[in-house]
């Protein structure tokens, strides 16, 4: 297992962030999601033995402090943070200036 030992933040709980999730867990890592959605956060944790997750808006600086201080919390000092390409193309689709 490649990723023994190491502890990975995985933003995202569908699509392509799932997928990376998975992978990583097979391949030994400790994973902990963040996402918008709990009930993707839920279904995807319960699929990866040993996952946590935090529910956030991480455009919002609060709630992605909590988050990360939630994935510290639980993983202790994270090896890696993986951002998928869809989380990247939402944000650029969103305009939350607004809020």
């Given at each position: 297992m490649r990723l023994s030992g190491k502890k990975i933040v995985v933003t995202g709980a569908s699509g392509i962030?799932?997928?990376?999730a998975r992978a990583a867990a097979r391949e030994g890592a400790r994973v902990f999601l963040i996402s918008l959605d709990v009930e993707e956060c839920r279904d995807l944790a319960s699929e990866i033995d040993g996952s946590s997750f935090a529910v956030a808006d991480l455009c919002e600086e609060e709630q992605a402090e909590d988050a990360f201080e939630s994935a510290r919390s639980t993983l202790g000092a994270s090896t890696g943070c993986s951002r998928w390409?869809?989380?990247?193309?939402?944000?650029?689709a969103t305009d939350r200036s607004t809020r």
């Open positions: 962030a799932a997928s990376g390409p869809e989380a990247v193309a939402g944000d650029l």
